[in-house]
């Protein structure tokens, strides 16, 4: 098999990737030094602390744990899942890892949008009854 520079670069930098422990992880809860586990993904925040959106308590509550189901229950933008990137220091050893909350990215789910009758129902339903009743009140006070 021939492998081609790029291949290799590629294979190298996942062979590289550095692995941490939940316990390891558990230990960088300050302000100094505050990681994060957002699905198996290991990110320093120490330098976002300032920048972050939500406020320094948000990210220093979270340092040191699994921040997974708190980061997908806010419902963070595209960029913001696109800008973690730059915080990512390593992943959770194979052996430690929990089920993936947050999906990557939405061109993962793209196309798995179901559009359902329910769905069209659940939106255009209220509005229609509100018109018919608006309808009929008018159509009774003025005949």
Not at 1 to 14: L, S
Not at 27 to 52: G, P, S, W
């Amino acid at each position: 098999m021939i492998v081609t520079g790029a291949q290799y670069t590629a294979d190298r930098a996942a062979d590289m990737t550095r692995h941490f422990t939940r316990e390891e992880v558990s230990r960088r809860r300050e302000r100094q030094d505050a990681a994060i586990i957002i699905d198996n993904v290991v990110y320093d925040v120490t330098d976002f602390l300032e920048h972050h959106p939500g406020g320094v308590e948000v990210l220093l509550d979270n340092a040191g744990k699994d921040a997974s189901k708190c980061f997908a229950d806010v419902g963070h933008s595209e960029d913001a899942k696109l800008w973690r990137a730059q915080y990512k220091v390593g992943e959770v050893v194979a052996e430690e890892r929990w089920e993936v909350v947050t999906p990557l990215s939405s061109e993962e789910g793209e196309g798995s949008t179901d559009y359902t009758l329910k769905g069209l129902l659940d939106v255009l339903l209220p509005p229609v009854l509100m018109a018919a009743v608006a309808f009929l009140t008018y159509n009774y006070l003025l005949s």
